[in-house]
């Protein structure tokens, strides 16, 4: 509060002295400010028809491009699939991620698009048609009981049209990106002539005005300055930066525009990037994240003295549950397994759903050997505690474990392999049981 009333204090000691200068100066500032709010509305404008096109697109279009990732390996996991729940569950997959693509779609088609873009959308709305004609050939011989032919459709027959819906989409993302990326260089460029005209200005008033040329180049120049240094830095791909500035006129107005511009970008590549790399039911690292980890791990395994170990945990009884209970069941069921999991290992370690009802653990350095096999007993034992899923409900999940210590020489995909044969191990030996390998 006491910052505010300083600043405006301050504004009204500027304001005494430009009035106490002579008309003719008065006349030069006044062309400056003209010119100044001219060319500062345009930029406001500019930065508005941004976030309101281009970058509301981008965020639209990021949805789009995850939906379309989720449904073709939904696609080819149904096929793989007996009838049963998880036929169904990628079923659902399919029918939900068709509905978000098309409202997305619907959505893009009422943004005011240019032309190019709006090329873009329909060559990737008529790839998208193809990819369901093609797909759904697939899925009714998957129905038929025919995998082999349905596996042949989508490996074979339309795997260019779906590789040809990816490449659409990114080609559209990549359009909008370049879009905001043009955008962000053109409002860069006409910030730089803005200040350059102005400080022309502010140069012929100089001559007789040092002072009020001063004052006014401390409230233009400057937040402009800011405002062109942070353009700078998103032309180079450094979102992290904001425009910090109090203020009510146009240069204020433009700053906020850019600061929201710059929200809404970081917001969706950092989306963009975490469901790539995490497990949309429980928000656990997946595959690919996991295997980033294991690899950081190696120079702990291959030094000894921290071991490095992979636990993999298989669920008993899933299908049963979901039988018995719905698959909403299946899921709570799947979310207690994650909480567990995570409270039952430290920060360092990674806990992973790969996929169904089976999750991974990577210890990363425990004190010894000995220290692992008790950690996998421990959890064993806590997965084992009853869930109350709802009144008059409770759900008594097991699980079986398989755990491999990693010496860091041997291959990821072997360490894995290794952990699953352990794992598979536990299941014949009697379930609800840890085996080493």
């Given at each position: 509060m006491f910052g505010r009333v300083r600043r405006r204090v301050a504004d009204l000691r500027i304001a005494t002295k430009i009035v106490s200068v002579s008309l003719v100066v008065t006349a030069i500032f006044t062309a400056s400010g003209v010119v100044g709010l001219v060319n500062l509305q345009r930029l406001v404008d500019e930065q508005d028809r941004e976030y309101r096109v281009?970058?509301?697109?981008?965020?639209?279009?990021?949805?789009?491009?995850?939906?379309?990732?989720?449904?073709?390996e939904a696609v080819l996991a149904y096929i793989l699939s007996e009838p049963g729940f998880y036929r169904d569950t990628y079923a659902e997959i399919i029918t939900e991620s068709d509905q978000d693509i098309d409202a997305r779609i619907a959505e893009l088609r009422a943004i005011a698009l240019p032309q190019s873009e709006q090329t873009g959308l329909k060559a990737f709305a008529a790839t998208v048609t193809m990819w369901r004609t093609a797909r759904q050939a697939a899925l009714d011989a998957a129905n038929a009981g025919d995998q082999q032919k349905a596996a042949q459709v989508v490996l074979v027959r339309s795997e260019a049209i779906a590789r040809a819906v990816k490449d659409r989409a990114?080609?559209?993302?990549?359009q909008l990106v370049e879009a905001v990326a043009d955008g962000a260089r053109r409002a860069k460029a006409n910030g730089i002539r803005n200040t350059q005209l102005t400080a022309a200005l502010l140069a012929a008033g100089a001559l007789t005005a040092i002072l009020l040329a001063v004052l006014t180049a401390r409230a233009i120049s400057r937040p402009l300055r800011e405002v062109v240094d942070v353009l700078a830095r998103v032309a180079r791909g450094d979102l992290s930066r904001r425009v910090d500035m109090d203020r009510g006129?146009?240069?204020?107005?433009?700053?906020?525009?850019?600061?929201e511009t710059l929200g809404v970008l970081r917001a969706a590549f950092e989306e963009v990037h975490h469901r790539a790399s995490h497990d949309g039911l429980t928000g656990l690292a997946n595959r690919a994240l996991l295997r980033e980890r294991i690899a950081a791990a190696r120079p702990n395994a291959a030094a000894g003295n921290r071991p490095v170990a992979m636990l993999l945990i298989d669920l008993d009884?899933?299908?049963q549950v979901n039988d018995a209970y719905g698959h909403n069941a299946g899921d709570f069921l799947l979310t207690v397994v994650a909480e567990r999991l995570l409270a039952g290992v430290r920060t360092a370690d990674t806990v992973a759903r790969l996929g169904g009802d089976e999750f991974a653990v990577l210890l990363d350095g425990v004190d010894s050997a000995e220290d692992v096999y008790l950690i996998a007993d421990r959890l064993c034992t806590d997965l084992q505690e009853p869930a109350v899923y709802r009144d008059g409900c409770v759900i008594t999940p097991r699980a079986s474990i398989g755990v491999s210590v990693w010496d860091g020489e041997t291959p990821i995909d072997a360490l894995m392999h290794d952990a699953d044969q352990a794992m598979y191990a536990a299941k014949t030996g009697g379930k609800g049981r840890v085996v080493h390998a």
């Open positions: 281009n970058v509301v697109a981008l965020d639209k279009m990021t949805t789009v491009r995850s939906a379309v990732g989720a449904q073709l990114n080609s559209f993302l990549d006129d146009e240069v204020g107005q433009m700053g906020r525009s850019l600061n009884g899933f299908k």
